[in-house]
């Protein structure tokens, strides 16, 4: 089977879907699959349409029903072959509700020959919006691959001995929410004169970089890394303490909270589906749905040492058992022999 994979964004890139495709390729490729990654940051549509029509694979796969949805059901529809889209995130949160883009998710889904979703939660919300879509709904969710190299992420962020590290890597975009974290964070520091907060990733919209950026100028507590790789990101989860996640909303599961947990390091993450999807509030994981519940939540994690440690081993343990590799890539090629039998 020759298989194309087709995402809005992919390596050196750090965002969530680049990270998404070069796991399953990883995997796919240790099966024997041949794959052909393509990605809108490094071609644009017409260079991308014209190599798949040349390379003529057997199967299309589209991540993100906004952004590569159209190209990858057009093309397959053109070449008589397959093609499956799965959602990722603010095609199905934001793009599938705003009136403007929603035509394009639905045709771009009507379109696919399977659709998939990362988690049961956000299938019941496509069931619910596109009802003709159940029969041909696949949930598959997230896994982990975080191997990272030599990183001394104390040492960028100019930390000293003793600091206590609250790590946030969200590339600076509306919806990774950063700023609601300055509030409680500045009134901890108050109390912990050695809380530190680290934000790590790239500026994807530069008027909410401009926003964080003036947000945290000042605040000694603070420091942003800017964009750093994904393998920096793995082997700086070794040096931290917690793991922040405050997004508006995620696609399912969010690779940064997996891969915390993956390393056993405890997350506090917004009370939304994607994190619900990972986290038991309270036993391997907090989830926080408002500031005060933050700043609350934050604050035991800090005076409690014993409560890190168990949380943290339970979350190492979810993510090894639940989110493995193998798992991930058996069921895309289940996916993708029964897809392609079906033609």
């Not at 349409?49 to 590569?68: I, K, V």
């Not at 600091?163 to 912990?192: W, Y």
Request: with cysteine; proline share 5%; aromatic share 6%.
């Amino acid at each position: 089977m020759i298989l194309a994979l087709v995402t809005p964004h992919y390596f050196p890139s750090v965002r969530g879907n680049s990270i998404t495709v070069q796991r399953i390729e990883s995997g796919l490729r240790d099966q024997g699959v041949e794959v052909q990654v393509y990605s809108l940051d490094r071609q644009d549509r017409e260079a991308i349409l014209s190599a798949l029509r040349r390379a003529r694979p057997d199967l299309l796969h589209a991540f993100h029903a906004t952004a590569t949805g159209p190209l990858v059901t057009e093309t397959a529809r053109s070449l008589g072959i397959p093609g499956v889209i799965t959602l990722t995130g603010t095609d199905v949160n934001q793009d599938l509700f705003d009136p403007a883009r929603r035509p394009t998710v639905l045709d771009a889904l009507e379109a696919a020959r399977a659709v998939v979703v990362f988690h049961e939660t956000i299938g019941e919300k496509l069931r619910r919006e596109v009802p003709t879509v159940a029969a041909r709904l696949h949930v598959i969710g997230q896994a982990v691959l975080c191997d990272g190299s030599r990183y001394d992420l104390r040492a960028a962020a100019g930390l000293h001995p003793g600091d206590f590290v609250f790590f946030q890597p969200a590339g600076i975009r509306r919806v990774k929410n950063i700023p609601a974290v300055v509030p409680p964070f500045e009134r901890l520091s108050r109390r912990h004169p050695g809380l530190r907060y680290v934000l790590a990733g790239p500026v994807i919209e530069a008027d909410e970089a401009a926003r964080v950026t003036a947000l945290l100028e000042g605040r000694a507590w603070a420091t942003s890394l800017g964009a750093v790789t994904h393998d920096q990101i793995c082997a700086g989860l070794s040096a931290v303490e917690v793991v922040v996640n405050s997004s508006l909303s995620e696609g399912g599961m969010s690779n940064a909270v997996l891969e915390a947990m993956s390393k056993g390091v405890p997350v506090l993450a917004s009370d939304i589906e994607g994190n619900r999807s990972i986290i038991v509030d309270g036993e391997n994981g907090f989830l926080f749905g408002s500031e005060a519940e933050f700043e609350a939540k934050a604050e035991r994690l800090l005076r409690d040492p014993g409560l890190r440690a168990v949380m943290g081993r339970r979350a190492r343990r979810t993510a090894v058992t639940q989110f493995r590799l193998e798992g991930e890539i058996d069921n895309y090629l289940a996916l993708y022999r029964s897809v392609a039998a079906g033609c």
